[in-house]
């Protein structure tokens, strides 16, 4: 039985690395990455499964081999009578701690590109997250936000492809997280925060935008689109938006300037 | 002493003789099997109630994975519950499903069922005393679970249901009654229930600290502890430092929805058509304070496993664990750091960047005491001779599984690669291969090992390989698919994810796990069926039916009051197996050695 047993555990090596095998064949695999910094942390994923992957194949792989050998059923030899091994202890102490301590500094410029390096541009857009929604905010022709001729959308995100897009990330009631998978980015909305969130698209197309973090019962329907244009659909689109805002609400914000 | 002593003599004065027989005999079956002070029977106790609440928490489970295979089917058994919907899940009570799975798997089942149970079964007879150091507040720390299970449990009941905003209970979710039908009463009693397990644990925490310090037998240094003591001992140290801020946290947030005090609700939120009325606070705050606790306790619903785990594998593998001293470092090393890591559950909160990075090279580095103990457990077996028992299989797999949970941890450990993965089943994958098929997987081991010292018999080791086997195949068949959908970044807690383009043609996947899972919670039926029959007919163990060297094997099985029969007394520690001092493969701690002289008699015990 001893033979069986070692080949089961056999099997968490062999199924683990046909399950990422064959992940990317049938699409269970990373998103399509359409942002800039989506490369960088790509990589880094690829890096960590590539290091984990050799580390997970040595040690089930010496597991497997242990138990194989020195089970009971045939392994006639005296144990070997031993407390461990002190310069063991500090090879496989100081190589792991000397890795670890790699990734941690190899990382840091994709996070403080992804977190730290905020844009020098003023914010393209405003994002308010809120039970069970993205209300999205344009600045109007005068290219600020927070004035009267801001362009209101609804779980609608438009953003020119190529040019950096800096957009800040509110809450009305509860968290939110704003998750772009095909951008790699993701943002909790913290009521009482603005926080900034910046993407470079490098493909034009329509994506998804999902809520990451549990804001109630319709949690699961607080669905956005995101569509990256060329510049020229862009400006287009905001202005006909523009034109739509202005021309059901004219009257009524002209109205509002009087009082 | 002198307290107890007057405690038990008041009763007295009081009382008249000539009480019949009856009265008396109800009053020692109480103090015997119910308000027990004898921390085996409190061990048992723990044990019975947390098994029971396994039970209903893994049924809280499938019915998650019916709604992510089937969503919005009929649900088969729970659908009755459901009645007004048609028999279909309504998605307030998905979330509130997801919530009670993890609350009642965290603070009804894993922490109580280590320190608790084993903790409470072991600690003593372990290292020979004859029971612990304060068994009023040990019995009391059983009973001031009872409040925790009743509040759970009713809070299934009450008007909106369960706590739905996640076992982690983020504000302002949680904090505002309005924000989800959840967060009325099922909030409140979810924070009282909360409040009960932290008084339960920190009763328990001062007493097996005492109880390790003060009460070990003559020759039971610390560095001839048994690991699943170093494990249990350290454990009570994170408890007891932890804890506090826990409690604290859960009455602020008690606070804020009861007195409206806004400690984590910042102004002029309007939340569900309320303006709320408090402001100044934020809801950061509360995930700080939260998981100043919650990260240790990652720690202490796993440490125990990793001791418990060290033994048994010694025992079958016949051979001296490997690196006993590098490995009570690491144990205390993953505590220390434990407490400097928790902000890397909030690297994408909204929280300082530079604060992550700091939290992001801590993190990085508390993987390296798990490195350690996991070689130091190959290197356990390596020239061994492995008895593949059931105990030995389920401690084995603990192992293969930890390898798992932990590798996969160094990818949420860099940060970018957490932007991505964070909140997604990446991370789903990543706690239940620890918890799950590394803790639970060393639970079982330690029933099954433990078991006849407990009961006096043998568990059925044919069917407890049959059980071992499902539940391992099953297991990953359920989990390791989760690290893929991970990767296609698809969300956790969502009541139907499909409606999304990017995850649409992920339901496949997720009908094969939930058919997996639905194995692995039948099977099982097996593991019951054993346990209790074995409790009757299983074959009888005799003390020491494993040829294991520890304290508790020396002891009858199962220990009468006051557990042993003689003064142990230590000679050395518990994993001198395949010693050349003697002929048998195993050394007992309490033998003396060849060519010693007869021991001192045993006068100066405590
Ligand atoms: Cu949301
Ligand atoms: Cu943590």
Redesign the interface.
Known sequence: ??RF?SI??LM?LV??LG??AV?PVI?????KDVSEHGR??DG??YF??G??GV??IA??G??FW??WK???DS?SE????????HS??IV??II??AT??F??IY??N???A???RKPEIPPTLEVTAH?FGWSIRYPGTDGELGTKDDIYLENELHVPVDEEVLLELKS????H?F?L??F?????A????K?PVWFRPKAEGK??I????????????M?GQILVQSRRDFDLWLSQKFAEQSAVKGPAAAGASEE | MSSITIGSQAPAHGHEHGHDQAHAHTASFLSTYVFSKDHKVIGIQFLFSTLLWFLVGGLLALAVRWQLAWPWSDVPLFGRLYAAEGGQM???A??ML?TMHASVMIFLVIIPILAGAFGNFLIPLMIGADDMAFPTLNMLSYWFMWPAFFFFGASFFVEGGGA???WTS????SS?PP???GSMSGQTLWLLGLTFVGISSMMGSVNYMTTIIQMRAPGMSMFRLPLTIWAMFITAVLQAFALPVLTAAGFMQLMDRELGTGFF????????NTISTAGGG???LWQHLFWFYSHPAVYIMILPAMGMVSDIIACF??????????MVYSIAGIAGLGFIVWGHHMF???MN??L??TF??AT??I??PS??K???W??T????????TTPM?FA?AF???F??GG??G??MA????D??I???YFIVAHFHYVLFAGTAMGVWGAIYFWYPKMFGRMMNEFWGKVHF?LT?VFL?GTF??M???G???F???????Y????FR??QP?NQFMTLCAIGMVASQIIFVVNFFYSMFFGPIAGRNPWRANGLEWTAPSPPGHGNFDFQPIVYRGP?E????ETTE?FYPQTQPPPDNAPPAPPGGHH
């Not at chain 1, 790699?184 to 909790?188: A, F, I, L, Y």
């Not at chain 1, 999902?210 to 329907?221: F, M, P, Q, R, S």
């Open positions: 039985m001893g047993w089961l555990f968490v199924g683990g399950t990422f992940a699409n269970h695999w990373l998103p960088a942390i880094l994923f960590i499964l290091l984990t580390v997970f040690t089930e010496v597991m242990f138990l020195y089970n009971s392994h005296p144990v070997k009578f031993t407390h461990g091994s063991l202890e496989w102490t792991p701690a670890l301590l990734i941690a990382q840091m994709a996070w403080a992804a977190k730290m039970q009305a009631d509860v968290l997280s998750f998978p095909n790699r980015v993701k943002q909790d913290v009521p009482g925060m926080i994506y998804d999902v809520c990451a973090e549990l804001c109630g019962w319709g949690h699961y329907k669905k | 309504a998605p307030e998905y979330t997801v739905a905003a996640g983020y504000p302002t979710l505002n924000a989800a039908p609700t910042p102004e002029g939120s309007i939340i569900n934020s809801p950061l593998a016949r051979k001296p664990i490997f690196g006993y001293k590098p994408v909160s909204g960047p530079i992550g990075a992001m090279v990085m580095m993987a390296l490195a350690i996991t070689f130091n190959l290197g077996i390596w020239g061994g001779k492995v008895q593949f299989l084995l192992v293969s599984m390898i798992i590798l996969s160094i990818f860099a940060t970018p690669v932007i991505f964070h909140d997604t086997f391992f990953n390791f698919p690290h893929v959908l990767a296609v970044g969300p956790r807690r969502l009541a139907d994810p409606h999304y383009e990017t043609h992920l996947m994993y197996y395949g010693s050349p493969d």
